[in-house]
C-alpha cells in the first residue's frame, strides 16, 4: 500500500505546497488518481480534504472508474467507497469486439427478440426442423442472422447457423453466452467431438479461468492443448469482467 508522501511524489507535490493550490487544480489532479489514493490523501491538508467533500469529484470518478451513472448510497462518495469495496469493475473497459461492457449490456438488454422473429417471420420449429417438419435452408439462416444485425458463422454445416439463430434469439441460451459464442473460433466451440458443443457451453461460456486451469479446462474439453492463437482469443472472450456481469444477470 502506498503512503501519503507516495502518492504525493508520484502527482510531484509536497506537503508544504498544497494550501497554495486552487481547489479545481485539486479536482483535476484527484481525477487522475485511484479511488484508493484519493480516500488516503483526504486528510492530508485542509485543501484536499475540502475537495474530498465535492460531490462532483466522487460522481466523475465513479464514472471514470466503474462505468455507473447511477448513485447507490446516499452520496456519491460512499457510492465510490462501497464499489471500491466490492472490487467492482470498470464497464468502460473495452471488450474483444472493441465495444465497452457497458455497450455490450445495453445492446444484450436492448434486444427484443420476439419482436424480430415476428417481424421477419420466423418460425422456430422451421429452425431445427424434425421428422415432417420443413427446415430453412442455409441460405435462409443466414439472411435472417444477418437481418437481425448479427454476423453469420462462415460455414457450410447447416447445424451451425442453426444454432447461432437460436442463440440470437435466446431460444437456448442467454444472450451473453451469445455475445461470447460469435468471437471464439469454430475449432474450439464446434470440433468433431459427440457433446462437446453442450459441455463447453456449459463449463467455459460465463466463466473466467486463469491461464493454468484454463489450459487444463481446454485439455480435459479437447483432449489436446490450445494453439497460442486460441488461447490468447479465448483469454481476450472469456474475461473476468464479462464472468462477473454474467453471475449478475443471473442473481
Not at 484536499?48 to 446516499?74: A, H, M, P, T
Not at 466490492?86 to 427478440?113: C, D, F, H, P
Not at 453469420?152 to 440470437?168: C, E, G, S, W
Not at 486451469?213 to 479465448?234: N, Q, V, W, Y
Amino acid at each position: 500500500m502506498e503512503t501519503v508522501d507516495e502518492i504525493l511524489e508520484r502527482i510531484h507535490l509536497k506537503k508544504g505546497s498544497l494550501a497554495s493550490l486552487p481547489p479545481a487544480v485539486i479536482q483535476e489532479i484527484f481525477i487522475d488518481l485511484s479511488i484508493g489514493q484519493i480516500l488516503k490523501i483526504c486528510r492530508s491538508s485542509v485543501a484536499f480534504n475540502s475537495v474530498c467533500g465535492r460531490e462532483s469529484l466522487w460522481q466523475i470518478k465513479v464514472w471514470n472508474d466503474f462505468g455507473i451513472e447511477k448513485k447507490y448510497w446516499d452520496t456519491w462518495r460512499k457510492t465510490a467507497e462501497n464499489l471500491l469495496k466490492m472490487k467492482m469493475i470498470n464497464l468502460n473497459k473495452k471488450w474483444v469486439n472493441g465495444m465497452t461492457y457497458n455497450e455490450v449490456i445495453n445492446q444484450i438488454a436492448n434486444r427484443s427478440e420476439f419482436e424480430a422473429e415476428e417481424k421477419l417471420d420466423i418460425n422456430r420449429r422451421m429452425i431445427n426442423g424434425a421428422r415432417n417438419i420443413p427446415r430453412y435452408t442455409i441460405d435462409e439462416l443466414r439472411d435472417f442472422i444477418t437481418r437481425l444485425g448479427e454476423t453469420h458463422i462462415v460455414t457450410n454445416d447447416r447445424h451451425l447457423p442453426a444454432t447461432q439463430l437460436k442463440v440470437i434469439l435466446n431460444i437456448r441460451i442467454h444472450g451473453l453466452w451469445d455475445a461470447q459464442l460469435q468471437h471464439l473460433p469454430n475449432t474450439i466451440t464446434f470440433p468433431h467431438i459427440a457433446g462437446h458443443r453442450e459441455k463447453f457451453m456449459e463449463a467455459m461460456l460465463g466463466h473466467y479461468y486463469d491461464e493454468e486451469s484454463l489450459d487444463a479446462k481446454t485439455i480435459e474439453l479437447l483432449g489436446r492443448r490450445l494453439t497460442d492463437k486460441e488461447f490468447e482469443i479465448i483469454q481476450d472472450t472469456l474475461t473476468r469482467e464479462f464472468a462477473i456481469i454474467n453471475l449478475a444477470a443471473y442473481r
